[in-house]
């Protein structure tokens, strides 16, 4: 099915037993210490079990402050590094290290101090990097191999050092922030000096063989930045310095161009991957916007990559390998792009001693290998779940797969809950995906779907269930607005199911995650519309987005045409439109159509009817209180354990 996905290749040396390549993404799952502890090897280990064939993991080669990524700049990391390698490669995979320095560097016994070949802005950091000196440049360079000599010794099968992301080296190597006058600086060979001489330490301290590969910023997306033709010039170089792979990477976090966000397309990058594979004659990477294997596949038929590089997709789900080798492509848990893990781990770089990590929205187990197991239960119990959305599958999934009988009520003519509205605006596809994985793993798992059913009390006390689980949901909310329930009035969920059609002018009442998504819905694909209005009440458009994605959200709707007004109450609602209280100030605005999307609520009476008729009786996900996936499916899941 998947013929060059799961076609073995080499790197250096090394064989590796297909071309998926897990890249590097810091987790925030290290010890205090910066050491590797249990929850950073396990979390690892069950990518390496779920198929992946090289696992390449971020580590600090110098002391940067932070132990947001782990340390092989010392000796003592060492037990750990085996560690964790021994359990990678026990599962058939092979183990990568990443080095990696970010935008900080730690002198002496002073604090961490922001710094760069130059001293140009850094708008992430909001600050401006002091100048390294070329002492200090010899000493990073002198630190990389060292570390690399850790890491051969720590048992890694190759290794990699990151030149990307508007990271130190990126900014060596960029004509924007090398502003330089020396050996290290102006042209591209002395701007690609400092990569250069890593390499060589590399050489001298691990060794020739060591298979050894560069992330490359491929195309910075950077105003004044270098383009993939120059980059192919360094791809050249590097193979000449003897450099074994190119892992491609595009982008600066301050980039405004979006690299993984929902709306840019799968494989999106591929092309620059191409652009430097026909470059060199070593192994190139391809990576960004690759979250299932169709995309993968069709991007190394093309010859477009000798591998494919996923991040979230296996931090989603861990097992995609092995489920699309084994044609499971129903049961893959899909990455839905939403950014939430990188917006829980960037704060670490305003915030180095915060002590953040990563979550996955779609899987509460990742980075919590040790917390969550699924184990048989002491007794198999009958089980009955109100309500098929993601709280109620989730609890359905991890019960059944304990061994209890779980029966699953869902009133619709098919799963999915909100799940199934939330797929509709554009580029939400792969939410209708996540529901159709959560029932296809239900069911395997032995739980039986009752569809079409509402479950009620009087089931509940003739069949007699030992478990009741409600995930009924929320409601809309309906605000009291004179004039709320007029013919003109409709709907979101009207709207993205296209039951109702509408036409002209449109308002929107409520910009959280649901006004937007409807207003972008009704602008790219309604007929007829001339202009979309959304008015929030509150100062905040959007506030559940992750702050990695939601910058890059609002700004596409502003292109889109899409007016968006905060701090504005509506006051009343007529035939002709809405008056509104903008900050004081009275207004009218004219509106063919107006959509409601005010946000949900929980209606007390779907659960309290429930109450006492079983043994144990639980309730999870919206109509406990109204939130996002992440806190439904890791409701369902805890709920699953516990019973």
Request: neutral net charge; hydrophobic residues 40%.
């Amino acid at each position: 099915m998947f013929q060059h996905l799961f076609t073995p290749g080499r790197i250096g040396n090394i064989e590796i037993r297909n071309r998926i390549v897990m890249l590097p993404m810091t987790m925030g799952y290290s010890e205090a210490d910066g050491t590797v502890g249990e929850r950073f090897i396990n979390y690892f280990a069950e990518r390496a079990k779920g198929g992946a064939g090289l696992i390449i993991i971020p580590f600090s080669p110098l002391y940067a402050g932070s132990h947001m990524a782990p340390g092989v700049f010392d000796d003592r990391y060492l037990p750990g590094l085996r560690s964790l390698t021994g359990a990678i490669q026990n599962h058939g995979a092979k183990a990568a290290c990443q080095l990696i320095t970010a935008y900080s560097m730690v002198f002496g016994d002073n604090p961490p101090e922001l710094v760069g070949p130059s001293p140009f802005p850094n708008k992430l950091m909001r600050g401006t990097p002091r100048a390294l000196t070329v002492e200090e440049i010899h000493g990073l360079v002198e630190g990389y191999g060292k570390a690399a000599r850790r890491a051969r010794e720590g048992g890694f099968d190759a290794l990699e050092f990151i030149v990307g992301a508007g990271y130190i080296l990126n900014r060596f190597l960029s004509p924007l922030s090398n502003q330089r006058d020396d050996e290290y600086g102006g042209s591209l060979e002395n701007r690609m000096r400092i990569i250069l001489e890593i390499v060589a330490s590399i050489r001298k301290e691990a060794g020739e063989d060591f298979p050894l590969g560069i992330r490359l910023n491929v195309e910075e997306q950077m105003p004044g930045g270098y383009t993939v033709d120059e980059a192919k010039i360094v791809a050249r170089a590097l193979e000449h310095a003897g450099v074994n792979f190119i892992n491609t990477y595009t982008g600066w976090h301050e980039s405004t161009i979006p690299t993984v966000a929902p709306f840019v397309p799968k494989g999106a990058f591929a092309m620059l991957s191409e652009k430097i594979r026909v470059a060199v004659n070593i192994p190139v990477i391809a990576a960004n916007r690759i979250n299932d294997p169709e995309t993968a596949e069709r991007i190394l038929a093309n010859g477009q990559a000798d591998f494919i590089g996923m991040a979230r997709a296996l931090i989603a789900d861990p097992y995609l390998p092995n489920k699309a080798k084994e044609g499971r492509i129903q049961e893959i848990v899909p990455c839905l792009a939403c950014g939430n893990c990188l917006s829980d781990i960037m704060v670490v770089y305003k915030d180095p001693q915060c002590g953040a990590s990563a979550a996955c929205t779609v899987n509460p187990f990742a980075g919590k290998e040790i917390k969550y197991v699924v184990s048989p239960a002491a007794k198999s119990k009958k089980v009955f779940i109100a309500g098929a959305g993601p709280a109620g599958m989730e609890a359905a999934l991890i019960a059944a797969e304990r061994g209890h009988k779980v029966t699953i009520f869902e009133k619709e003519s098919e799963p999915g809950g909100w799940l199934r509205i939330g797929c509709l605006p554009p580029h939400k596809e792969d939410i209708a995906n996540l529901s159709r994985s959560l029932a296809a793993r239900a069911r395997k798992a032995g739980a039986e779907f009752r569809l079409g059913s509402t479950l009620d009390v009087r089931t509940v006390e003739q069949e007699q269930p030992e478990v009741l689980i409600l995930a009924v949901g929320a409601s809309p909310i309906i605000p009291d607005i004179p004039g709320i329930r007029g013919d003109n009035v409709l709907s979101a969920e009207d709207v993205l199911t296209q039951k109702k059609k509408v036409r002209g002018r449109i308002v929107v009442i409520g910009g959280g995650l649901v006004g937007c998504e409807t207003a972008e819905f009704l602008v790219t694909k309604g007929q007829g519309i001339t202009s979309v209005t959304v008015l929030e009440m509150m100062d905040r458009l959007a506030p559940t987005i992750s702050s990695s994605y939601r910058p890059f959200f609002l700004g596409m709707l502003k292109m889109l045409g899409i007016r968006l007004e905060k701090r504005t109450i509506v006051e009343e609602v007529n035939a002709a439109g809405v008056k509104v209280n903008r900050q004081g100030t009275p207004e009218f605005m004219e509106a063919d159509a107006v959509v409601l999307a005010a946000g949900l609520q929980v209606d007390p009476k779907t659960v309290e009817g429930f109450q006492g008729k079983a043994p144990e009786v639980y309730t999870v996900g919206d109509c406990v209180r109204p939130r996002m996936i992440r806190e439904a499916v890791e409701e369902g899941l805890i709920v699953g354990l516990k019973i």
